[in-house]
């Protein structure tokens, strides 16, 4: 006979699914936290718990619809919502400065919109390619850092000129 807990709640008298479920949403955090680690060291205003919130949010968003069974349809038009929603996030992280004629704000929001693909992924249940997105994401993020101090030792960033 089934528990009043188990009768309300989908899976919850299964303890091995009750752990997948948990791997999943843990791991999505864990990774989320990698890439804001990075973004956090950098001084941005979405950090480690920003990321590691949305790679959390993307991977619930993705794993509620698979615990109702819906299908491979209904499954599209959560992903494409996701993506939608995770643009607003990601704009609002991004500002127009006029006076110096530059925009800043659009890695930490590309960042926020790799977090959310990865966070789905592993919601999803595809772990290897959440982990080869994380570690492309902190290649990118590290090493080619680097590369633009070079380039403008003064700013650390890019910069578009005026009038180009």
Not at 54 to 83: K, R, T, W, Y
Not at 99 to 120: D, F, Y
Request: with cysteine; glycine share 12%; charged share 15%.
């Amino acid at each position: 006979m089934r528990s009043f807990f188990e009768e309300c709640f989908v899976g919850l008298g299964d303890s091995s699914h009750i752990l997948r479920v948990s791997m999943r949403l843990g791991i999505a955090v864990l990774l989320g936290g990698l890439i804001g680690y990075e973004r956090q060291r950098d001084h941005q205003s979405a950090g480690m718990r920003t990321h590691m919130l949305v790679a959390l949010g993307a991977a619930l968003f993705v794993i509620i619809p698979l615990e109702v069974g819906f299908s491979n349809d209904s499954m599209s038009h959560v992903v494409q919502g996701l993506i939608t929603g995770i643009g607003f996030l990601g704009a609002g992280s991004i500002m127009q400065v006029p006076a110096e004629h530059r925009v800043k704000g659009l890695t930490t929001a590309g960042s926020i919109w790799v977090t959310s693909a990865l966070g789905a992924a592993v919601g999803l249940g595809l772990l290897w390619p959440a982990l080869l997105a994380v570690v492309l994401g902190l290649l990118i993020l590290f090493l080619l850092r680097k590369f633009e101090i070079q380039i403008d030792p003064q700013d650390h960033s890019i910069k578009p000129t005026a009038g180009k």
